[in-house]
């Protein structure tokens, strides 16, 4: 009986020890993101204010001008960042939000660049050292044979954390 279990252990501790490394691994790997309870949303030219689209397109998108016709950006940055800190801030950039924010205690962190396609992405890590927030996301790959690219747009960002003192943030796409 002793040997059974003697065996059964010796099997299981491997599967174990396995289990808390990659845990811990992932953990490790999101840096402070669960310190700071950091979400990532992808966010739709709908949920925001057509002002606020139109003020922070990026370089080498394609939009409508008040003629209806079709047009290159090539004045706009490549990427933008925004920290929307109140009410007010909020209120000028969403008509809605897909997630519940309470900006007495959090903060959302916005990132636009230009893609040509509208994959969706993840939090990788997050760090905050000295007042400067790094944010790495992983683009979803794409299944084999399935084409999604589409004229280039802004691609908008948005993580939620808890607030935070920030003096510059950087965006790593992973």
Known sequence: MKAKVSKMLFRILPMILILTFLTALTVACRGEASKYHAELYGIGYDDMTAEFAESNRTYGTYYKDADGETIKDTDSPRTRTRIIGNEDEFAAVFINFPADVDLGKQMIVMYMSTVSNNRACRLKKLTLDDGKLEITFKVQPVKPGI???????????AVVMDKADVDSVEFIQE
């Open 147 to 157: 084409k999604d690219s589409t004229m280039p747009g802004t691609r908008f960002l």
